[in-house]
């Protein structure tokens, strides 16, 4: 059974760092971390694709957040910098065993997520 468990998530305020974890049970082509805020709807932040041979990122975030991928641990990692309150969002990883143009796009290209972990950032 294919399974994504993130962690890391929580409350910060503006200005302070997290870092998201997902570890899959297995491997996959991409994994992608996505989030949702209430009453919004559900928008890529970054990917990276076939253990890190290339990441993606939403405008919004790039140069504040980094994907990575520990290829040991199949995990992989969202380090989130300088979060401003628009971050706050459930935030979801997903993964596909598919090659994806635009990973960024289209979240029901993935066929595998995890169950979400919340981020709230505070002014």
């Known amino acids: 059974q294919v399974q994504l468990v993130e962690s890391g998530g929580g409350s910060v305020q503006a200005g302070g760092s997290l870092r998201l974890s997902c570890t899959a049970s297995?491997?996959?082509?991409?994994v992608g971390w996505f989030r949702q805020a209430p009453g919004k709807e559900r928008e890529g932040v970054a990917a990276?694709?076939?253990?890190?041979?290339?990441?993606y990122y939403a405008a919004s975030v790039k140069g504040r957040f980094t994907i990575s991928q520990d290829n040991a641990k199949n995990t992989v990692y969202l380090q989130m910098h300088s979060l401003k309150p628009e971050d706050t969002a459930m935030y979801y990883c997903?993964?596909?065993?598919?090659?994806?143009?635009?990973?960024?796009?289209?979240?029901?290209?993935?066929?595998?997520w995890g169950q979400g972990t919340q981020v709230t950032v505070s002014s």
């Open positions: 297995t491997t996959f082509t991409f």
């Open positions: 997903a993964a596909s065993r598919s090659f994806l143009s635009d990973p960024i796009k289209g979240a029901s290209r993935y066929s595998y």
């Open positions: 990276i694709y076939s253990g890190g041979a290339a990441t």
